[in-house]
Nanobody
């Protein structure tokens, strides 16, 4: 059974930092693409960053470039999202996803975590 469990969300002031973690079990992990999506109230779920199986980051949304960093530790079966210089518009539920290819479409990712809330106050 595949399970993705996110942690690290919370409330932070604008300009602050958070580090999200996603612990995976039941996956080969080393053979999967991993990504972080986010969904703000009333908006669609969108991809924030993705990494390929080697750990090399392969995608960042324009709105997080230079502020967020995705990384993974294959030995620990964990993917991370370091978020710096957070802005109020980054407020959303952040989801970890696993799949066999990179796609901006949430429907094309195979597995999802339950999400972790990130709230950035101004």
């Amino acid at each position: 059974q595949v399970r993705l469990v996110e942690s690290g969300g919370g409330l932070v002031q604008a300009g602050g930092s958070l580090r999200l973690s996603c612990a995976a079990s039941g996956l080969t992990f080393g053979g999967d693409f991993m990504a972080w999506f986010r969904q703000a109230p009333g908006k669609e779920r969108i991809v924030v960053a993705a990494t390929m199986e080697s750990g090399r980051s392969i995608y960042y949304a324009d709105f997080v470039k230079g502020r967020f960093t995705i990384s993974r530790d294959n030995a620990r079966h964990t993917v991370y999202l370091q978020m710096n210089n957070l802005k109020p518009e980054d407020t959303a539920v952040y989801y970890c996803a696993a799949g066999i290819r990179l796609s901006p479409q949430p429907s094309e990712w195979n597995y999802w975590g339950q999400g972790t809330q990130v709230t950035v106050s101004s």
